[in-house]
């Protein structure tokens, strides 16, 4: 099956500094998403991103398919950025039906 | 509108018991997806149900059913249970599925302790 993997797999960041997340996937994909996970457990979709970059506030992230990779960047942290971040890319199998599988996370902790 | 809700949230049980799990997506969404959570194999694809019918599968035992109803809620069940059942059980909601690029949203998750 595909391999999801993510780096680096801590962070730890003094509020106000930046950050990147890579997320490398092992064969070609047409449903990438990115999720934090907050402290209590859930999950929050922060991006659709197949390919191409998109913007949401202090967050953006861009998906090179050809490359098979994608990034998320966090500029400006705050302490409620801390959490696990996942990439989830979506595998088809032999029901012709695609999953999700998500890579191992980046836990980033972002001190005040 | 409101978004995943999933119950109970936190449950504790003994090995050999079974134990359900509810989720109801957000309105009009037809696929719920639910995955498992463990610190050591992290996040793992248990089943899809979309309009009542189990569409894709994980890797795990029998053990491990779903269902889905006509509002589109969805059960899961764990029958016999097994002290490394204990983890996150996460259910994920879109209009059509991964199959077709859907954005998913999670439910904030049951943690089932099996002691």
């Known amino acids: ?112 | 509108k409101a978004g995943v809700t999933q119950t109970p949230r936190y449950l504790i049980k003994t090995r050999g018991q079974q134990v359900t799990l509810s989720c109801s997506p957000i309105s009009g969404h037809r696929s719920v997806s639910w995955y498992q959570q463990t610190p050591g194999q992290g996040l793992q694809f248990l089943f899809e149900y979309f309009s009542e019918t189990q569409r894709n599968k994980g890797n795990f035992p029998g053990r491990f059913s779903g269902r889905q109803f006509s509002n589109s809620r969805s059960e899961m069940n764990v029958s016999t249970l097994e002290l490394g059942d204990s983890a996150l059980y996460l259910c994920a909601s879109s209009f059509a599925g991964p199959s077709y690029g859907n954005t998913i949203y999670f439910g904030e998750g049951s943690w089932l302790t099996v002691v």
Not at chain 1, 47 to 75: D, H
Not at chain 1, 94 to 111: A, C, E, H, I, Y
């Open chain 1, 1 to 112: 099956g595909i391999q999801v993997e993510q780096s680096p797999p801590d962070l730890i960041l003094q509020e106000g500094a930046n950050s990147t997340l890579r997320c490398n996937f092992s064969d070609s994909v047409n449903n990438l998403q990115w999720f934090h996970q907050n402290p209590w457990g859930q999950l929050i979709n922060l991006f659709y991103i197949p390919s191409g970059t998109k913007q949401n506030g202090r967050l953006s992230a861009t998906t090179v398919a050809t490359e098979r990779y994608s990034l998320l960047y966090i500029s400006s942290s705050q302490t409620t950025d801390s959490g696990v971040y996942f990439c989830a890319v979506a595998e088809r199998d032999d029901t012709g039906f695609q999953k999700l599988v998500f890579g191992t996370g980046t836990r980033l902790l972002v001190s005040p």
